[in-house]
């Protein structure tokens, strides 16, 4: 009589991995992507010189000194002073403050209204993209500058006034971007049976549709910030900007370029510390979009 073998039991199942936090994500795209460590070190050192630069220089950036008025490097300045003997160094360093505080405004409100009806404008599709699309085409028509030298000569020149004048310029850039992620995004079947449950546009939006091109958002918010930090600087340059004395990199530029050849340190330290940061975040931006697969061109098309 044969003996029937018992079968061996069969291994425990694994359990199952949870998958990564977003936190977690992002680490993991940083440490993947040398480009966008190297971009946001330099834009971390910007703010953290924008925040440190009262403890980091004694000079009042503001105070005049018809004395000390366009020395050259020294060891009591380290960057010169400027045609009103103020130190160049000190209105450098805050300089930051202002650069970094208007331009994360307007970065902020330029890329979370732009987020918004993109999104709707994906989801409602029809006639409303059609109408928005015609608008947003008549917009991107005016040269961006041209457009916000006619709202700040309309509204002044005043931080919030140019906050705004960015948001208006900008803001279709930003629709169509995200407009073109979220049209990938709008035919899946997760948004199709929040559709059959009788969700509303903005419950849509905000569980199903924005947690999936946020990739996108991110490397928008990085690559709209350097343009806004460009465009600040612009304005303060031509004159429509940041107002005498405040310490703005592009108002120092206009200031002191007829002095180039005297003092050059206080032409060329604000353009350094403007480039340094633009590069930054362009640097980011880029380390990101290849990161994570994102292609603004095919997204904004």
Request: glycine share 8%; proline share 7%.
């Amino acid at each position: 009589m044969s003996t029937l073998e018992t079968p061996a039991p069969p291994p425990p199942s694994a359990t199952p991995l949870a998958p990564p936090s977003a936190t977690a994500r992002a680490w993991r795209t940083l440490r993947s992507s040398r480009t966008a460590t190297v971009g946001l070190v330099f834009v971390a050192v910007h703010v953290l010189i924008a925040l440190l630069a009262p403890a980091l220089i004694s000079y009042d950036p503001l105070a005049n000194n018809a004395d000390q008025a366009l020395l050259g490097p020294s060891g009591e300045h380290l960057a010169g002073t400027d045609q009103y003997g103020r130190d160049v160094l000190a209105r450098v360093l805050y300089g930051g403050q202002y650069a970094l505080g208007v331009s994360v405004a307007a970065t902020l409100l330029t890329v979370a209204l732009g987020t918004v009806a993109g999104c709707a404008v994906a989801l409602r599709g029809g006639w409303f993209d059609d109408v928005l699309g015609r608008v947003l085409d008549a917009v991107l028509s005016v040269p961006s500058v041209l457009a916000l030298l006619v709202i700040v000569t309309a509204l002044g020149t005043g931080p919030w006034v140019i906050v705004l004048a960015i948001a208006v310029v900008s803001v279709p850039q930003v629709v169509r971007v995200v407009r073109g992620a979220a049209l990938a995004v709008v035919p899946a079947d997760y948004v199709t049976a929040a559709r059959a449950r009788g969700e509303g546009t903005w419950s849509i939006l905000r569980r199903e549709v924005l947690p999936n091109i946020i990739d996108v958002v991110c490397v928008e918010f990085a690559m709209r910030a350097s343009w806004v930090v460009l465009l600040i600087s612009s304005l303060s340059f031509l004159g429509f900007g940041a107002d005498p004395p405040t310490p703005d990199w592009g108002l120092m530029v206009a200031e002191n370029r007829t002095a180039i050849t005297v003092v050059p340190m206080a032409s060329l330290a604000p353009i350094i510390a403007l480039a340094t940061l633009v590069i930054g975040l362009n640097l980011a931006a880029d380390g990101l979009s290849k990161a994570w697969g994102v292609d603004r061109i095919k997204e904004g098309a």
